[in-house]
């Protein structure tokens, strides 16, 4: 299946291209090929594309910057979404999408699955539920997906860095690093999600998904297996999200359940500790 992937270059772009270009014809589009809050450009980019599938991993998603520029967050993560959505649903082609664990509040304290309540507490999350319903709005073929606590390779552009770049440069450059153990996620890693897309995007059980590793992990447990495969020797110490300074609210508990992917069996994830480990053993 001819596969546009649109944000090739980002952390899970640069993934899903390696992944998907095993098995399918795979056009690459950065942002200097597409500007997905203009729906004329998407329109002649996808149209001339003569693309089967389009997975869109673009987003505005540096949080305090959408949140100064909630504008932009909004003509990105939901105007945009909608006119992939319109533009795919013209072109009869399926659209995969990918949204955020942040459209969920954290009060639930366990793990979210795809029938709970959204809440989101900030611009970026607001913009990308905004996305997803316009998606959900406008057209019928879709899979949105919603992850969370990607690495990878590639790191994340609208991020500069990813978790892992971030603690070996603390690990560096600080004379102790002090990581918070009052906020829990799932470390995701791109590479699963691409494969996970992948099986996913074969079937036609269009919907909503969430897609993470198994398990939970506060970020001080996920610097301490960062600190010990890569033999980081800067002390690690714990931390609350109260000792710094919150410029922009966000979930404490932000761990997704894949019970829509269990339902048809196609939930791939490995536990997270295991696909961590086993990545930074890698480098
Ligand atoms: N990173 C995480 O931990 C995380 C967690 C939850 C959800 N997500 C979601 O996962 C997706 C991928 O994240 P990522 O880490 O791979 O991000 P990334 O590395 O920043 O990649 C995003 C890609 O989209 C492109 N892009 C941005 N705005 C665009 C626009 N208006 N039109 C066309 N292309 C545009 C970027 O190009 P430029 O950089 O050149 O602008 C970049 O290639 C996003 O939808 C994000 O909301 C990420």
């Known amino acids: 299946m001819k596969t546009a992937i649109i944000g090739a270059n980002g952390q899970l772009g640069s993934a899903i291209s390696d992944y998907f270009s095993q098995n399918h014809g795979v056009i690459k589009l950065t942002h200097e090929d597409i500007e997905i809050s203009d729906i004329d450009n998407v329109r002649d980019v996808l149209k001339s594309s003569g693309a ?59 793990p979210y699955h795809e029938d709970d309540e959204t809440h989101p507490l900030n ?98 447990e996920f610097a301490e297996v960062i600190f010990d495969e890569l033999g980081l020797s800067t002390p690690l110490k714990e931390a609350l999200t109260d000792d710094f300074p919150q410029t922009v609210n966000r979930p404490t508990y932000s761990v997704l359940e894949n019970r829509n992917l269990k339902s048809i069996a196609r939930d791939k994830m490995s536990p997270w500790k295991t696909s961590l480990q086993t990545y930074l053993r890698s480098f």
């Open 52 to 110: 089967e599938l389009v997975i869109s991993t673009a987003a505005y998603h540096n949080v305090p910057k959408c949140e100064e520029n909630p504008a932009v967050a909004y003509s990105v993560n939901a105007v945009g979404s909608l006119n992939l959505a319109r533009i795919t649903h013209e072109l009869d082609i399926p659209l995969l999408h990918y949204s955020t664990d942040y459209v969920f509040d954290g009060s639930k304290l366990s």
């Open 123 to 220: 611009v970026y999350a607001e913009s990308k539920l905004s996305g997803e319903n316009l998606i959900r709005n406008y057209c019928q073929r879709y899979f949105i997906i919603r992850v969370s606590g990607l690495y990878g390779r590639t790191v994340c552009r609208a991020k500069g860095g990813n978790f892992i770049t971030t603690m070996m440069k603390a690990a560096r450059e600080k004379p102790e690093v002090r990581v918070v153990t009052d906020e829990i996620l799932t470390p995701t890693p791109v590479t699963e999600i691409a494969m996970n897309s992948f099986y996913l995007a074969e079937t036609d059980a269009y919907g909503l998904y969430h897609m993470t590793s198994q398990g939970e992990c506060s970020w001080y």
